[in-house]
């Protein structure tokens, strides 16, 4: 199993970005993808769950209206796009494996975007 | 919200010593709580699932126990590997919540 994400960004307040994750080695419409951010030096923060079987998405409360996540069964790619960029999205964002039963078990490497001016 | 509330934040040890580390809900999670390792600059790796379901390849001197409000991770002789941030997770209900992480530090 392995997940592999898009490079590092560095995006000007108030931008979108949008962070890819591939996946391999396993059926990938058997599990969902899970979204978890961390600032740095900070924990680590759920985001949300979408479905790779169904159009199905949970979004955190504080993520509802600015972020939209995505899945491509054609490519095994889930996305994640967060709008209207604060300085305080700088953080390492991480995609997972997961199902409404199992908890992320495998991560992608994780994307760093910046946000400054 | 749940929130998940760990202890101690941080934790200074030796190598061959046992090590507990406690997570608090704020409301019934049943056994869905999962135990994460993390090292600086990588990505967390799930150790523990459904509470107490040690993941395939991870040592056994790790455990979990607990269900409901109260679970704890016990490392039984810390090993020079597993100096590194603890985390819980409640996945029992969304959105799913981290606990604030808890350093594992050599003493």
Same mark, same amino acid.
Do not use: H
């Given at each position: 199993? $392995?997940?592999?994400?898009?490079?590092?960004?560095?995006?000007?307040p108030?931008?979108?970005?949008?962070?890819?994750? $591939?996946?391999?080695g @396993?059926?990938?419409?058997t599990?969902?993808?899970?979204?978890?951010?961390?600032?740095?030096?900070?924990?680590?923060?759920?985001?949300?769950?979408?479905?790779?079987?169904?159009?199905t998405?949970?979004?955190?409360?504080?993520?509802?209206g600015? #972020?939209?996540?995505?899945?491509?069964?054609?490519?095994?790619?889930?996305?994640?796009?967060?709008?209207?960029?604060?300085?305080?999205?700088?953080?390492?964002?991480?995609?997972?494996?997961?199902?409404? #039963?199992?908890?992320?078990?495998?991560?992608?490497?994780g994307?760093?975007?910046?946000?400054?001016? | 919200d749940?929130?998940?509330?760990?202890?101690?934040?941080?934790?200074?040890?030796?190598?061959?010593?046992?090590?507990?580390?406690?997570?608090?809900?704020?409301?019934s999670?049943?056994?869905?709580?999962?135990? @994460? $390792?993390?090292?600086?600059? /990588?990505? %967390? /790796?799930?150790?523990?699932?459904?509470?107490?379901?040690?993941?395939?390849? #991870?040592?056994?001197?790790?455990?979990?126990?607990?269900?409901?409000?109260?679970?704890?991770?016990?490392?039984s002789?810390?090993? %020079?590997?597993?100096?590194?941030? @603890?985390?819980?997770? $409640? @996945?029992?209900?969304?959105?799913?919540?981290?606990?604030?992480?808890?350093?594992?530090?050599?003493?």
């Amino acid at each position: 199993v $392995q997940l592999v994400q898009s490079g590092a960004e560095v995006k000007k307040p108030g931008a979108s970005m949008k962070v890819s994750c $591939q996946a391999s080695g @396993y059926s990938f419409t058997t599990y969902g993808i899970s979204w978890v951010r961390q600032a740095p030096g900070q924990g680590l923060e759920w985001m949300g769950y979408i479905s790779t079987s169904s159009p199905t998405t949970n979004y955190a409360q504080k993520f509802q209206g600015r #972020v939209t996540m995505t899945t491509d069964t054609s490519t095994n790619t889930a996305y994640m796009e967060v709008r209207s960029l604060r300085s305080d999205d700088t953080a390492v964002y991480y995609c997972a494996r997961a199902s409404t #039963v199992v908890p992320p078990d495998y991560w992608g490497q994780g994307t760093l975007v910046t946000v400054s001016s | 919200d749940i929130q998940m509330t760990q202890s101690p934040s941080t934790l200074s040890a030796s190598v061959g010593d046992g090590v507990t580390i406690t997570c608090r809900a704020n409301g019934s999670i049943s056994r869905w709580l999962a135990w @994460y $390792q993390q090292k600086p600059g /990588k990505a %967390p /790796k799930l150790l523990i699932s459904k509470a107490s379901s040690l993941k395939s390849g #991870v040592p056994s001197r790790f455990s979990g126990i607990g269900g409901g409000t109260e679970f704890t991770l016990t490392i039984s002789s810390l090993q %020079p590997d597993d100096f590194a941030t @603890y985390y819980c997770q $409640q @996945y029992n209900i969304y959105p799913e919540t981290f606990g604030q992480g808890t350093k594992v530090e050599i003493k």
